[in-house]
């Protein structure tokens, strides 16, 4: 018995987080992975116009970024553009997850493995694909009113954007159980009336995930955005992109900021949501 005795404070067989290696080796990934966004957030309060050098703090760059009606427009154009894509992608991706689970049909296989192309595909292949889908096989016109304007792009941000909203519902329909639903159908409840009152509750918090995985890939997305965008239809990533190719100011980074702000507070109201949703599921 001595043989597997443990001194005090000694860490446990399979007690990870207690050596000393794991917890270095999580907080050098840690400062990896965290330090650029740190020093992003930091030089944006830089009093200089070079990014390289830090020469006391401000906020001038937030007031410019606040009066740039440019930068404020391609801003409004990708939230909607991720707005609108993520109600449809969430719509689409739940209907097709729903039909992959329940139904048989010819050529399920193909549709599922079809689905989830866009996927693994790469962004520039994606890219060029809408480039010449909108310029050739089904033009879009350019000179339509905001949003309708928007929409080559708000397709394209669709069509890559749904197959993580079904993947993520086909997860979470492998936990339900269907005897729920029968019992609901074998109480009068139409079939209508038993998925909105037994299995969209059920697949509420993975609904929650995919559209927070469509908000945040069409709100960042800029290869897809670059080829399928018309010379008036510019998104906040493609302003980025060309603010860039100039010069590296304080005001990219307060831009860079302020969008990856949003996309936190987007997710971590999210994240409390499906936690209070899963938690009343899964209460008696």
Known sequence: MRLFARKPGEAGPLDYAGRWSLRSWVAVVLVFQYLPLASLVLFSFNN???????EGFTFDWYGRLASDDALIGAFANSLTIAAISTVFSVLLGTMAAIALWRFRFPGKGVFDSVITLPIVVPEICMGVAMLVFFGTVAPWPRDLVWPLDLGAITIAHITFSFPFVTVVVR?????????MEEAARDLGASELRAMRDVLLPHLRPALIAGALLAFASSLDDFVITFFTAG???VTFPVKIYSMVRFSVTPEVNAASTVLMAITIALTLVGMKMQGTDIASTESP
């Open 231 to 233: 010379p008036n239809t």
């Open 171 to 179: 997860a979470r329909l492998a936990s339900f159980n269907r005897e």
């Open 48 to 54: 200089s116009k070079r990014t390289i050098r830090w």
